[in-house]
């Protein structure tokens, strides 16, 4: 009996890539000129065309041997081997701690003061003619 996983599932890899872009079906379906449930069968389907894979490749922005040699595992080791300082992987995975909104609103509360402030200033140069 043997367990051997298919790894070269051209489909799967696709939907990867897709993914990982942050690209979703409908809108390589829009860039290929096709509809988002022939996407579905292409990210279903084992092997692929060349002209095919081409196509789809210019569509996610990779080459075709990108998406023939693409492996989670290679994805993970550049990310890795890129962030050798974990302080730096923080610095890019930071989320602020503080609600941007919230600043908005102080930003125009200051303003508002200080045309206020420069209100009660020229009022008060007025009176002193």
Known sequence: MTTDTKTNHIGRKIARIRELRGMKQETLAEELGISQQSVSSLEKSETLEDKKLEEIAKALGVTKEGI??????????????????????????????????????????RLVQAEKDKVSYLEELLKKK
């Open 68 to 109: 023939e040699n693409f492996s989670e595992e290679s994805v993970l080791n550049i990310i890795s081997n890129s962030f050798h300082d974990q302080s730096a992987l923080n610095a890019i995975l930071h989320q602020p701690t503080f609600n941007p909104i919230d600043k908005v609103v102080e930003l125009y509360e």
